[in-house]
C-alpha cells in the first residue's frame, strides 16, 4: 500500500547468510506490525509481529525490530535456508492491513 | 480448528459474466476482510466486517463489487459485469475480536476474466 514502503524488492543470499528487509511506514498511529510470508500460488502467512511497546521480538531465526521514532521496523532471518525463499510482505496495521510491496527472496544453495 | 476456507480456488469467467466468491472464516473470528491481489504485488484491502455489519467498504473499486456477511459467518464476495481488470486474487482473512489481532488468510480465489 501507499503508506508502506518495503525495500529491497529483491534479495538474493547465500545458504547460511542473513537477509534483512524494511520498511517504513506514514501514520504515527499504529502500532501493531505484521510480516507475513508468500510461497507462488499460496496464502500469505503471518510469521511473526511487533506492537509498538516492544522494541525487538525474536522466534528462533527470524527476528523483527522497530523503531517507532523513525517509524522503521525490518525483518531479520538468520541463518537462511532454501525453505525460507518466497515473497516476504511487511504491513501496518489500522484494523485493516496496508502491505508493502513485497521482498522476493531467494536462497541460493 | 480449520483455516479459513475459500472456494472455489479458481474462477474463469467471460467478461460481462457475474461471479461470486466465498470465505468461511475461522470458526468464532468476528472479524473478516477482503483484499485483492494483482500479480506480483501485495495485497490492497477491499472491504471490512465485524460480524454481519460491513463496516469499511472503502476499497472496493467499483459499485459492480458487492459483499455480504448475513449471518455473521460465512462471506460473500460478488462482482458484477466483469471486466479483465477485476483479474487477480481474492483473498479473505479473519480474525478474533479486539484490536490489532493477527489476520489469517486462505488461500485465495484466482479470477481469471477473458
Known amino acids: 500500500g501507499e503508506n508502506v514502503e518495503q525495500h529491497p524488492s529483491t534479495l538474493s543470499v547465500q545458504e547460511g547468510d542473513s537477509a534483512v528487509i524494511k520498511c517504513t511506514y506514514s501514520?504515527?498511529?499504529?502500532?501493531?506490525f505484521p510480516w507475513y510470508k508468500q510461497e507462488l500460488g499460496k496464502r500469505p502467512q503471518l510469521i511473526i509481529d511487533?506492537?509498538?511497546?516492544?522494541g525487538e521480538k525474536k522466534d528462533q531465526r527470524i527476528a523483527v525490530t522497530l523503531n517507532k521514532t523513525a517509524k522503521h521496523f525490518s525483518l531479520h532471518i538468520t541463518e537462511t535456508q532454501p525453505e525460507d525463499s518466497a515473497v516476504y510482505f511487511c504491513?501496518?496495521?489500522?484494523?485493516?492491513?496496508?502491505f508493502g510491496a513485497g521482498t522476493t527472496v531467494t536462497v541460493r544453495a | 480448528g480449520a483455516g479459513v476456507s475459500q472456494s472455489p480456488r479458481y474462477k474463469v469467467a467471460k467478461r460481462g459474466q457475474d461471479v461470486a466468491l466465498r470465505c468461511d472464516p475461522i470458526?468464532?473470528?468476528?472479524?473478516l476482510f477482503w483484499y485483492q491481489q494483482a500479480l506480483g504485488q501485495g495485497p490492497e484491502f477491499l472491504t471490512y466486517?465485524?460480524?454481519?455489519?460491513?463496516?469499511?467498504k472503502s476499497g472496493l473499486p467499483s459499485d459492480r463489487f458487492f459483499a455480504e456477511r448475513p449471518e455473521g459467518s460465512v462471506s460473500t464476495l460478488k462482482i458484477q459485469r466483469t471486466q479483465q481488470e477485476d483479474s487477480a486474487v481474492y483473498l479473505c482473512?479473519?480474525?478474533?475480536?479486539?484490536?490489532?489481532?493477527?489476520?489469517?488468510f486462505g488461500d485465495g480465489t484466482r479470477l481469471s476474466i477473458l
Open positions: 482473512a479473519s480474525s478474533a475480536q479486539g484490536s490489532n489481532q493477527p489476520q489469517h
Open positions: 511487533i506492537r509498538s511497546n516492544v
Open positions: 501514520d504515527s498511529a499504529s502500532n501493531y
Open positions: 504491513a501496518e496495521d489500522d484494523y485493516k492491513l496496508s
Open positions: 470458526s468464532g473470528h468476528v472479524s
Open positions: 466486517f465485524q460480524n454481519e455489519a460491513q463496516l469499511d
